[in-house]
């Protein structure tokens, strides 16, 4: 069993590295995580970069110790000096993975000596270099000399056109046996000191460790690293054209990310006697232009854009945002780099080649690990249901969450109407015959759509279409087509050139098929009534009534009923069917839809979960609010009728008050001429007369006065 160690597991060389060396039998694989939740699946056990004691005691426990040492700039030194004091006796390797960078400002070198010549791999016989034959000046300099002169008109001196072909330096190539001449960029001098050191093993003797630094051309593959911003700008496609650093025609020393890995996985497994160190590149000689080009091609237009320093830098910027500034920089060096590099030892070390003739003719492969590495594949998704059941408003709504475009048949053919082309006048002329266009200019319509940069990129959303069997095969590669029979006495092998021709023939090549099918359900009656409560004006020259509504479902049945239906076909080329039930609530059907797709693909995938949110906290918020103001103004208007009753109530005991008073008054009249008349007369006299004798008991005296002068007792 052998142990592996491997600085920055979650790194894009850590990564690679990691994921080659945990690929042979009896090995295990730890290392150190910016963050557990990164740790790879066959990564038996990970740690924080700064846990010194796990990873000093990681490092004393494994075979085999491995450092990206541009990213690990104090960690790789630490890491020697630990297996430099620490005794051990089984052997140790330590692989210290650089940058090419570290030779940027070498020259040409010089002639090595007799101890250090190399074998007869250095003269390996090599292609010339190629020309982009659709770079627009790719070619100019022949016939330059008689452009001017005799040659030219009039003997006037003829501009020479500049030359865009490759250019790599002359002379002899760079190995690792000039590694002692090497030139670094001036900002990547302490990458050669920390190399030397390894190599040199700190001038301490430790027979059983054995050190090597291995240095890669420009890494590419996977999701990018140093080249990321050139996929990034062309699969977003806010430019039509890939930009490139104007003048850069040099050839760049190149390796793909896995041949890298490859060659530490076998370095450490052979562990050479007489190789210390790897100058690492794959065949391939394609300059800065070829590169972009080859770029540009597979995610936008084919078509360069050539920008000064400036330019680009202010591109670069906008285009990379937060990422590395130490990639940014070396993308920078690395477009600039004007070495000439040859892999030397790789044959010694038997390597299992992943991409050995380079960026450009390995460039589909390269896109597609680009696109599944980072999460951008694209998604393609047909919408399918019967009329009324909200295909296009389901397809709106996931195209806005999603990010990919939404494709609406009656649009392509409007757009297709006004375009000036052979197809353009093909689609005005059928339908100056008929209102229905036939289904070949359909899907040739539809196809031509589908091949633009950013359905191949992003994918798309066809939005009710196709309608049939037919226009589904015309549209689609599907798994069960099945093959023409050979007449009588053909061969079936004889067949496939007519069928490539018939292919060519119908314009833009079949798309690949769906992803996902949307299927919307419900019942007729449902949707004939959703018909049937349409506004007049909606339904006015459109086939959104009864009668349109019953012809269309006709087609619909008839398309997706039977063993050979639309949806059956798709999921048998690979498709998932969604289905929804059109009759619930939105929100409902957009969950399914979602689990249906996944995550979004782009390069900010919880992008639209934190808008749905932030919109679902808004809602929220609104409706909080709605409900405070709702509870304030209850309140207020609670308050008012209180204060009203209140009032009322106030005024109404008021009322009842005075005409009690009133009452009262009116029913004391007689009262009081009765006393005025008989009572107040002899009260008065007798009041009087008590005044004057003013008894010991006026009251006494008081009453035997009136009961004496009592007109009753008379």
């Not at 001038?203 to 999701?223: A, H, I, S």
């Amino acid at each position: 069993m052998v142990n592996y160690f491997v600085y920055q597991l979650d790194g894009y060389v850590g990564q690679a590295v990691g994921a080659a060396l945990a690929s042979t039998e009896d090995s295990v694989v730890v290392g150190t995580v910016t963050s557990k939740s990164s740790k790879p699946r066959w990564a038996k056990e990970v740690f924080q970069h700064d846990d010194i004691t796990a990873v000093k005691n990681a490092i004393l426990k494994s075979d085999v110790i491995v450092y990206d040492i541009p990213r690990s700039r104090e960690e790789v030194v630490y890491a020697l000096k630990v297996l430099l004091k620490h005794e051990y006796e089984e052997d140790k390797v330590l692989i210290g993975v650089s940058s090419i960078l570290s030779w940027a400002s070498s020259l040409e070198p010089k002639p090595l000596g007799e101890d250090e010549e190399g074998g007869e791999e250095e003269a390996e016989e090599e292609e010339p270099l190629e020309a982009d034959p659709e770079d627009a000046e790719g070619e100019g300099e022949e016939g330059e000399e008689g452009a001017e002169g005799e040659g030219g008109e009039e003997g006037e001196e003829k501009p020479k056109k500049k030359s865009n072909k490759p250019v790599e330096r002359e002379g002899k190539p760079l190995t690792w046996r000039h590694a002692a001449q090497r030139r670094p960029h001036d900002d990547y001098r302490w990458l050669q000191t920390t190399e030397n050191l390894i190599l040199q093993k700190g001038n301490t003797r430790k027979d059983n460790l054995k050190t090597y630094v291995v240095w890669p051309g420009v890494l590419y593959g996977m999701g990018e690293d140093v080249l990321h911003p050139l996929f990034k700008s062309a699969w977003i496609g806010g430019l039509k054209s890939v930009p490139v650093l104007e003048g850069r025609n040099n050839v760049l020393p190149m390796i793909h990310i896995k041949d890298l890995a490859n060659t530490v996985l076998r370095v450490a497994e052979k562990r050479p006697e007489d190789q210390q160190a790897f100058l690492a590149v794959d065949s391939g000689r394609f300059s800065v232009r070829q590169i972009a080009r080859a770029v540009s091609k597979q995610l936008q237009s084919g078509e360069i854009e050539d920008l000064d320093s400036n330019k680009y830098k202010e591109w670069l910027a906008e285009t990379a945002g937060a990422e590395d500034p130490m990639s940014l920089d070396a993308h920078l060096l690395s477009l600039r780099l004007d070495i000439k590099v040859r892999f030397v030892g790789a044959a010694d070390l038997e390597l299992d080649w992943h991409s050995k003739s380079g960026f450009v003719k390995n460039i589909s492969n390269v896109i597609e690990e680009f696109r599944v590495s980072r999460g951008v594949t694209p998604l393609r998704v047909v919408v399918q249901g019967p009329p009324a059941s909200g295909k296009t408003f389901f397809a709106k709504l996931s195209a806005d969450e999603y990010e990919i475009p939404h494709l609406l048949i009656s649009d392509l053919i409007e757009a297709a109407k006004k375009e000036q082309s052979p197809a353009g006048e093909a689609v005005r002329t059928a339908l100056a015959g008929s209102p229905r266009l036939p289904d070949d200019i359909l899907a040739q319509i539809v196809k031509t759509k589908l091949q633009e940069p950013i359905c191949r990129n992003q994918g798309w959303i066809l939005d009710g279409f196709p309608k049939s069997i037919e226009q589904l095969r015309l549209l689609f590669k599907l798994k069960d087509v099945p093959a023409e029979k050979p007449e009588e006495g053909e061969e079936g092998e004889e067949e496939a050139p007519a069928e490539d021709e018939d292919e060519e023939s119908q314009g833009p090549p079949l798309a690949p098929a769906p992803e996902v099918v949307v299927r919307l359900d419900a019942e007729d009656e449902f949707l004939l009534e959703r018909v049937r409560a349409l506004p007049e004006e909606q339904v006015a020259g459109t086939h959104n009534d009864e009668e349109g509504f019953n012809r269309r479902m006709g087609l619909y049945k008839e398309a997706s009923s039977g063993d050979d239906n639309m949806v059956d076909v798709l999921t048998d080329s690979g498709a998932r069917v969604v289905g929804v039930d059109c009759t619930k609530d939105t929100e409902q059907s957009m969950d399914l839809i979602r689990l249906g797709f996944g995550r979004p693909r782009n390069y900010d995938p919880s992008r639209a979960e934190r808008e749905r949110e932030r919109r679902l906290a808004a809602e929220r918020a609104r409706a909080e609010e709605a409900a405070r103001l709702a509870a304030e103004e209850e309140a207020e208007r609670e308050r008012l009728e209180r204060a009203k009753r209140e009032e009322e109530e106030k005024e109404r005991l008021q009322d009842i008050a005075k005409q009690e008073q009133e009452q009262l008054e009116t029913r004391s009249l007689p009262m009081r001429q009765y006393l005025v008349d008989n009572i107040l007369p002899v009260l008065t006299q007798g009041l009087l007369e008590t005044g004057r004798v003013r008894p010991k008991d006026p009251i006494s005296y008081l009453a035997e006065y009136l009961f004496r002068f009592d007109p009753s007792a008379e």
